[in-house]
């Protein structure tokens, strides 16, 4: 088992930005990859963005690209998103979730992932 702790949601202004973390416990080293994920109300779960936590390969949705960073920590076991330029529509919970299945590339299915975390609020005023 693999436990997956968020932290870092808030309340910010359209054009701010914060910073996601999620700190892995347990069995961390059966992690292959780190995805974040996020669930506005009254919508779909939808991936954002994911890192394979050996190769720092990642892959992001088009609406994030070139405001969002996905980075690790290996020491740490921790995997942040560094969110700039926010947006209204990027208002959602935010989690995080570990994939333990080796693929080439880290997954946009949040079906293959075996961890979750809790979520984060992330609240974006305009």
């Known amino acids: 088992q693999v436990q997956l702790v968020e932290s870092g949601g808030g309340l910010v202004q359209a054009g701010g930005s914060l910073r996601l973390s999620c700190a892995a416990s347990?069995?961390?080293?059966?992690?292959?990859?780190m995805g974040w994920f996020r669930q506005a109300l009254g919508k779909e779960r939808e991936f954002v963005a994911a890192?394979?936590?050996?190769?720092?390969?990642?892959d992001y949705i088009d609406s994030v690209k070139g405001r969002f960073t996905i980075s690790r920590d290996n020491g740490k076991n921790t995997v942040y998103l560094q969110m700039n330029s926010l947006q209204p529509d990027d208002t959602a919970i935010y989690y995080c979730?570990?994939?333990?299945?080796?693929?080439?590339?880290?997954?946009?299915?949040?079906?293959?992932?075996?961890?979750w975390g809790q979520g984060t609020q992330v609240t974006v005023s305009s």
């Open positions: 979730a570990a994939d333990a299945t080796f693929r080439l590339s880290p997954s946009r299915d949040a079906g293959l992932y075996d961890f």
């Open positions: 347990g069995r961390t080293f059966s992690t292959i990859a």
């Open positions: 890192i394979n936590w050996r190769t720092d390969r990642t």
